[in-house]
């Protein structure tokens, strides 16, 4: 249970689910927090703001159904194409959702994780992503992976420059590489070790992937709904779960 919020902002939910229900990874490209904000006359940068507390929210919510992994698409290869004062907006809602809320999901046992390359972000992002790892890396909870400066296409291609580099490195050899298997292959992306995601969660009415989880999507179930992500909440997030329990998932096989 979250003790700091508990009896406080938190409110217990009904909701429950068999244990053998609870889809083992959770991905959500967090869309909409622009128009949010341009529906309220507001710079988009609020609706970023807001966006943050409804991740809280499911990340709280997320780690208390017992989700193993949780992905939050959160700043993709191509948002760098927005204003600079859009950027830099979400980066430093970036450190201050860490700063603020760090010690909080350490203690609820939460595992901070990143996906894409972070070393392009600004250097107090960076420091404090460090810090978040190492703070939280021997716990045995949720796994929250923050996909942060991430691109399908350019995690695949990265995949290949590392294949690469081990072979030059002696790590692994011709033969492994020209019989190369799915498995070797996924060994090299930022997911490594990792399920994949069982649903994809695209609120704000898009039904695109924006280069997102390319590889590991093959066999996600892909929801969208036509909330915006400042205005999702704990039992849209539960609807979600339970479409995703009565979706027929066959794997290219059949019954
Ligand atoms: C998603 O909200 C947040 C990020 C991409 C970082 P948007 O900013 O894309 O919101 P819309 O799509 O403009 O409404
Ligand atoms: C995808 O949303 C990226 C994130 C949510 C971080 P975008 O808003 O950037 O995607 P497009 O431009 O609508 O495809
Ligand atoms: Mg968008």
Not at 148 to 165: D, H, P, S, T
Request: neutral net charge.
């Amino acid at each position: 249970m979250w003790k700091l919020f508990k009896g406080k902002e938190y409110k217990e939910s009904n909701f429950s689910i068999e244990k053998n229900k609870i889809p083992k990874h959770i991905a959500i490209i967090m869309d909409g927090n622009g128009r949010w904000a341009e529906e309220r006359k507001l710079p988009r940068t609020m609706g970023h703001k807001a966006g943050v507390e409804t991740l809280k929210k499911i990340v709280r919510e997320a780690s208390d159904i017992g989700i193993k992994y949780l992905t939050a698409y959160s700043f993709s290869t191509e948002n760098w194409k927005r204003s600079e004062e859009e950027v830099s907006g979400l980066m430093n809602l970036l450190v201050e959702f860490l700063r603020r809320d760090l010690k909080e999901m350490h203690e609820n046992n939460i595992i901070i994780n990143t996906l894409g390359d972070i070393s392009k972000l600004p250097k107090p992002c960076i420091d404090i992503l460090n810090e978040s790892k190492e703070m939280t890396k021997n716990n045995t909870g949720m796994v929250l992976n923050l996909a942060l400066n991430y691109g399908g296409r350019q995690e695949i291609v990265y995949a290949v420059r590392n294949i690469f580099k081990d072979y030059e490195d002696g790590k692994i050899s011709k033969d492994i590489i020209a019989n190369l298997k799915e498995e070797d292959f996924s060994n090299y992306i930022f997911t490594k070790g990792m399920p994949d995601p069982d649903i994809i969660i695209r609120p704000s009415g898009e039904q695109r992937l924006s280069n997102f989880m390319l590889w590991q999507c093959a066999y996600s179930e892909f929801l969208y709904n036509h909330i915006n992500w400042p205005e999702f909440t704990i039992e849209d997030f539960h609807k979600a779960i339970e479409e995703y329990n009565n979706r027929d998932r066959r794997y290219g096989g059949t019954k």
